[in-house]
Each structure stands twice: as structure tokens, then as C-alpha cells.
T-cell receptor, first 110, second 118 residues
């Protein structure tokens, strides 16, 4: 069974810092990995999707990397802003399903 | 294009009552998913439809939960009777193809329905 773990569970930083959020998965037989953002009481917004054949994807200040063999992905957020405050979820497509981690709750203060 | 639509956004009910949630997927998406997200946890798949057929309902508590997608478009998820532990956000998602058929397909999520059972 696929298990997804996200570290840290929570992170609080001042504005302007560069951040790294970590995601690990137990079964390397994945088809893709997706990073989502979730604001309080809201649904999931897809940030980046990395296919299993890719090593990284970039969108603006966000960069996600994937090391399938070691079962790890990182989401790098450059020059963080208060508007980045949200919960960030990692999900892997595996065995016909999406498996989610518990998320990292990020707070960026001015 | 319009996203995944869900209603209601919020619902508060007493335990043992029944409740229903509605979802309209992105136009043309054959696959529809219902997820349950308990506070502090990641979403967990409840049921997956391919058109109007069930692909995966192995994690659906069938004694109290039911779902249908009669015409292969919109879907309803029902809980009857509700328990306190059903308090969660219920997320609907859709994709153009099933993850079983095309595992690298991207799924798109709605805003969710927050259910509170008191």
C-alpha cells in the first residue's frame, strides 16, 4: 500500500524567506506527483504536476523536484509572501488512485 | 472552462440525520471522485466513477454512505444516518480519464462541502 508523508507538519516563517517542503512516498511505482494548495475551508488548487519521467517542474516562484527512486519530492518556494500562507498537500498517482499526505501548514508573516 | 462545482458549501446536521452533497464535474470529464478530508488529514478516496459505473468503492462505508452518478455527469453523495466522526470536508474531483486507465491523468478539485455533525 502506498503511504505519503509530509515534513514538516507546520512551518511559520517571516516574509521573504526561501522555503523547502518535503514529501516522501513508500512505493516508487508512481505515475505522477502533484502538489496542491488548500486555503482554510476551501478545495484543492493544483500547483504543479510532475510526471514520473520528469525530474522537476517550475511555475513562477515555485519549483518542485521528483526523485522517484528514493521516493522523495520537494516543493521549493522562493521569496515567500504572506499570500503563500495555506496548507500544501502532496499527492501521488499510484495503483489507480491518488494518495495524499497530511499536508504542511505554512504561515508567512509580514 | 468552468471548474468542478459542489453544493452546498457548508452543512450542519445532528447525528442520525441524513445529508446529501451534489457535484457537477468539468464538462466532458468521464471520471468523478468523492474524497473525505478529516481535519488535519489528507483527502481519502471514498468512491470513483467512470461515466455512470463504479470503478472503486473499496473505502466507502457502505452501511451509511451511498453515491450515484445516474447519467454519467453530475453525482450525489449521501450519508444516512450521520455520525459525529463523519464531520469532514467532502471533496469532489474529476478527470478526463480514469486513473486506472491513464494513471498520469490530472485531477481537478471542487471547493468542497464542509459537514459538521453535532
Amino acid at each position: 500500500k502506498q503511504e505519503v508523508t509530509q515534513i514538516p507538519a507546520a512551518l511559520s516563517v517571516p516574509e521573504g524567506e526561501n522555503l523547502v517542503l518535503n514529501c516522501s512516498f513508500t512505493d516508487s511505482a508512481i505515475y505522477n506527483l502533484q502538489w496542491f494548495r488548500q486555503d482554510p475551508g476551501k478545495g484543492l488548487t493544483s500547483l504543479l504536476l510532475i510526471q514520473s519521467s520528469q525530474r522537476e517542474q517550475t511555475s513562477g516562484r515555485l519549483n518542485a523536484s521528483l526523485d522517484k527512486s528514493s521516493g522523495r519530492s520537494t516543493l521549493y518556494i522562493a521569496a515567500s509572501q504572506p499570500g503563500d500562507s495555506a496548507t500544501y498537500l502532496c499527492a501521488v498517482s499510484s495503483l489507480g488512485r491518488l494518495y495524499f499526505g497530511r499536508g504542511t501548514q505554512l504561515t508567512v508573516w509580514p | 472552462e468552468a471548474g468542478v462545482a459542489q453544493s452546498p458549501r457548508y452543512k450542519i446536521i445532528e447525528k442520525r440525520q441524513s445529508v446529501a452533497f451534489w457535484c457537477n464535474p468539468i464538462s466532458g470529464h468521464a471520471t468523478l471522485y468523492w474524497y473525505q478530508q478529516i481535519l488535519g488529514q489528507g483527502p481519502k478516496l471514498l468512491i470513483q466513477f467512470q461515466n455512470n459505473g463504479v470503478v472503486d468503492d473499496s473505502q466507502l462505508p457502505k452501511d451509511r454512505f451511498s453515491a450515484e452518478r445516474l447519467k454519467g455527469v453530475d453525482s450525489t453523495l449521501k450519508i444516512q444516518p450521520a455520525k459525529l466522526e463523519d464531520s469532514a470536508v467532502y471533496l469532489c474531483a474529476s478527470s478526463s480519464l480514469s486513473l486506472k486507465r491513464r494513471p498520469n491523468t490530472e485531477a481537478f478539485f471542487g471547493q468542497g462541502t464542509r459537514l459538521t455533525v453535532v
